[in-house]
């Protein structure tokens, strides 16, 4: 976003626009931003960035304050601020209507009035701070901070039927007649688990895409909760591997994420592309079907600590892998358990390791080796003897590293709390490092009781257990 305030005049042709704009950002303290129109005039945030992910607009006046190059600015694609005409109307008086080369105004709405065509550019000079931050991700999924009511009112009248709220109550707008809204509050500056966000959030947005539906999903500043559910949305629709996804969602963002939606998004997509949609839906179907079970879905506080044992315990495999080559139904099996693990404690208040196995053992798929995850779930307590099981050490090497991974992963409360309280495990030499946050959030990880949790781990492996912060 350009600094606030003017002083210096658009590089558009008609003097009295440039002059009309100048002194509205000087009166207002507001700053200049491009908008990209295509024909529906969908747009782009205005800067100065890559060269690589944008077009190169020539600008034959002074460019704007804080660019890198007086004579060639990069306009990034498909990113935008919206304003609604209510705002900018009253700045630009005829002068918004008369831009050479440009149709007349259908009323002055930035998303029905299109200036002047350059290459299939249409830029507007427009104030940025009150505007909405609007993107088109794909086709028929816009993505943007909190939307007004004009807004919706006009993407409305483009086919829009579908919106998704991600904030905490933060926004204010009504819905116009025949828009679904779909509210799943994710904290602002965090995140929480992706199984829960796949099931209450992307099902019901794959499906109205596929119907041919038009959606929007907002959250408070279009940047980081709707930055990691649109990146999610490419991994399942478009498959798209992880870093091509995270690029083209922050190259559109113009902001940072927290460390807790990074984490998030890397773990959904490794689920996905590593065990599949239909395994995880398996997962989420069997916690469904029984009600004392779903209260694990519905609760968030639960499903994080659950998601976070099961993608920790996929963490700790994935930095064995080049050592021990598990076979898929090994992180299967490990992933089920993690997801499983605390589900006696719903049922029962006393020994819900026994309760959480038994129920383990209810859960049938083909994927898994349902012994192992029973077992993973069973010694997944400190109190249990993980290396004195027999039955457990004849199936094998493999299968008692699983069931300790799946013990280590229980360290953690939940990855997700705050901007996240866990960074991920590496291998160093003969060490595994267990990285954490150097600054806390509110997270607290008890190191003793790491070192108990990962005991079973050390001995397995041979490896040690440090801690980093990073």
């Given at each position: 976003?350009?600094?606030?305030?003017?002083?210096?005049?658009p590089?558009l042709?008609?003097?009295?626009?440039?002059?009309?704009?100048?002194?509205?950002?000087?009166?207002?303290?507001?700053?200049?931003?491009?908008?990209?129109?295509?024909?529906?005039?969908?747009?782009?945030?205005?800067?100065?960035?890559?060269?690589?992910?944008?077009?190169?607009i020539?600008h034959?006046?002074?460019?704007?304050?804080?660019?890198?190059?007086?004579q060639r600015?990069?306009?990034?694609?498909?990113?935008?601020?919206?304003?609604p005409?209510?705002?900018?109307?009253?700045?630009?008086?005829?002068?918004?209507?008369?831009?050479?080369?440009?149709?007349?105004?259908?009323?002055?709405?930035?998303?029905?009035?299109?200036?002047?065509?350059?290459?299939r550019?249409?830029?507007?000079?427009?104030?940025?701070?009150?505007?909405?931050?609007?993107?088109?991700?794909?086709?028929?999924?816009?993505?943007?901070?909190?939307?007004?009511?004009?807004?919706?009112?006009?993407?409305?009248?483009?086919?829009?039927?579908?919106?998704?709220?991600?904030?905490?109550?933060?926004?204010?707008?009504?819905?116009?007649?025949?828009l679904?809204?779909?509210?799943?509050?994710?904290?602002?500056?965090?995140?929480?688990?992706?199984?829960?966000?796949?099931?209450?959030?992307?099902?019901?947005?794959?499906?109205?895409?596929?119907?041919?539906?038009?959606?929007l999903?907002?959250?408070?500043?279009?940047?980081?909760?709707?930055?990691?559910?649109?990146?999610?949305?490419?991994?399942?629709?478009?498959r798209?591997?992880?870093?091509?996804?995270?690029?083209?969602?922050?190259?559109?963002?113009?902001?940072?994420?927290?460390?807790?939606?990074?984490?998030?998004?890397?773990?959904?997509?490794?689920?996905?592309?590593?065990?599949?949609?239909?395994?995880?839906?398996?997962?989420?179907?069997?916690?469904?079907?029984?009600?004392?079970l779903?209260?694990?879905?519905?609760?968030?506080?639960?499903?994080?600590?659950?998601?976070?044992?099961?993608?920790?315990?996929?963490?700790?495999?994935?930095?064995?892998?080049?050592?021990?080559?598990?076979?898929?139904?090994?992180?299967?099996?490990?992933?089920?358990?993690?997801?499983?693990?605390?589900?006696?404690?719903?049922?029962?208040?006393?020994?819900?390791?026994?309760?959480?196995?038994?129920?383990?053992?209810?859960?049938?798929?083909?994927?898994?080796?349902?012994?192992?995850?029973v077992?993973?779930?069973?010694?997944?307590?400190?109190?249990?003897?993980?290396?004195?099981?027999?039955?457990?050490?004849?199936?094998?090497?493999?299968?008692?590293?699983?069931?300790?991974?799946?013990?280590?992963?229980?360290?953690?409360?939940?990855?997700?709390?705050?901007?996240g309280?866990?960074?991920?495990?590496?291998?160093?030499?003969?060490?595994?490092?267990?990285?954490?946050?150097?600054?806390?959030?509110?997270?607290?990880?008890?190191?003793?009781?790491?070192?108990?949790?990962?005991?079973?781990?050390?001995?397995?492996?041979?490896?040690?257990?440090?801690?980093?912060?990073?």
């Amino acid at each position: 976003m350009l600094p606030r305030g003017g002083g210096w005049k658009p590089p558009l042709s008609d003097g009295r626009l440039g002059d009309a704009l100048a002194t509205f950002a000087q009166s207002s303290g507001y700053a200049y931003s491009l908008l990209q129109g295509f024909d529906e005039a969908l747009h782009a945030q205005v800067g100065c960035g890559s060269e690589a992910n944008a077009t190169p607009i020539e600008h034959s006046h002074a460019s704007p304050p804080g660019s890198r190059d007086a004579q060639r600015c990069y306009l990034p694609v498909d990113v935008g601020y919206y304003l609604p005409r209510r705002v900018l109307e009253p700045h630009l008086g005829e002068a918004y209507t008369k831009l050479p080369g440009s149709p007349q105004s259908r009323g002055g709405e930035v998303l029905e009035h299109q200036l002047a065509r350059r290459n299939r550019l249409v830029l507007e000079f427009t104030a940025c701070i009150q505007g909405v931050r609007i993107r088109l991700l794909r086709e028929g999924v816009y993505w943007s901070s909190c939307p007004d009511s004009e807004l919706l009112t006009n993407l409305a009248k483009r086919g829009l039927s579908l919106v998704v709220d991600l904030t905490e109550d933060e926004c204010r707008y009504e819905l116009p007649p025949g828009l679904e809204r779909l509210s799943y509050p994710i904290p602002d500056f965090s995140f929480t688990a992706h199984e829960g966000v796949y099931l209450r959030v992307l099902k019901p947005l794959v499906r109205a895409i596929s119907e041919g539906r038009v959606v929007l999903v907002h959250c408070r500043g279009g940047i980081g909760r709707s930055g990691a559910v649109s990146a999610m949305l490419l991994v399942l629709l478009d498959r798209m591997p992880l870093e091509s996804a995270v690029k083209a969602v922050k190259a559109k963002s113009g902001g940072e994420w927290m460390p807790a939606q990074e984490l998030a998004v890397r773990w959904f997509e490794r689920v996905v592309s590593t065990l599949g949609v239909g395994f995880l839906e398996e997962l989420l179907s069997f916690l469904e079907r029984r009600r004392e079970l779903s209260k694990a879905i519905e609760d968030a506080a639960t499903l994080n600590h659950l998601s976070t044992v099961a993608n920790i315990s996929l963490d700790v495999l994935e930095v064995l892998q080049p050592e021990y080559r598990f076979e898929e139904k090994h992180l299967a099996s490990a992933y089920a358990a993690g997801l499983l693990h605390d589900l006696g404690r719903l049922a029962a208040a006393d020994k819900h390791h026994v309760v959480g196995a038994r129920i383990a053992e209810e859960f049938e798929s083909h994927r898994v080796d349902r012994k192992l995850v029973v077992k993973a779930v069973y010694h997944h307590r400190r109190r249990t003897d993980l290396l004195g099981d027999a039955e457990l050490a004849a199936m094998g090497p493999h299968a008692q590293v699983v069931v300790a991974a799946v013990r280590a992963a229980d360290t953690f409360e939940d990855a997700y709390r705050g901007a996240g309280c866990y960074r991920g495990i590496t291998r160093k030499g003969r060490a595994l490092v267990v990285e954490l946050p150097a600054e806390s959030s509110g997270c607290y990880i008890d190191t003793d009781r790491l070192s108990e949790k990962f005991r079973p781990l050390r001995e397995l492996t041979r490896l040690r257990v440090e801690v980093d912060y990073v």
